[in-house]
């Protein structure tokens, strides 16, 4: 079992800054790939980023390359996800997902376990 509980959350103007953080308990956090999900209201779940077990692979949702940055410290059991240039739509509430396999995906039915979400609203 891994337990994740994500952190970070909360208001900011378009153009601010965030960073969402995943503290993760239980089963040893460098057995999980990690993910970052969204969804936002009326909308379906979609991926954000992703990153490998040992950090060296990440890969991003088209529309946010280059404003988010994914990374994670083994040491403190936690990822991470600093969202730079933030835009009205970037609001939803995040996730965190740990995905056991040996590779890095964006497919959400992958993941084994998740968190509970942090809200991230971004006001115009």
């Known amino acids: 079992q891994v337990r994740l509980v994500e952190s970070g959350g909360g208001l900011v103007q378009a153009g601010g800054s965030l960073r969402l953080s995943c503290a993760a308990s239980g089963r040893t956090f460098s057995s999980c790939a990690m993910g970052w999900f969204r969804r936002a209201p009326g909308k379906e779940r979609e991926f954000v980023a992703a990153i490998s077990k040992n950090g060296g692979s990440t890969f991003y949702k088209e529309t946010v390359e280059g404003r988010f940055t994914i990374s994670r410290d083994s040491a403190k059991q936690t990822g991470y996800l600093q969202m730079n240039s933030l835009k009205p739509e970037d609001t939803a509430i995040y996730y965190c997902?740990?995905?056991?396999?040996?590779?890095?995906?964006?497919?959400?039915?992958?993941?084994?376990?998740w968190g509970q979400g942090t809200q991230v609203t971004v006001s115009s």
């Open positions: 997902a740990c995905f056991l396999g040996g590779w890095v995906t964006g497919r959400d039915f992958e993941y084994d376990y």
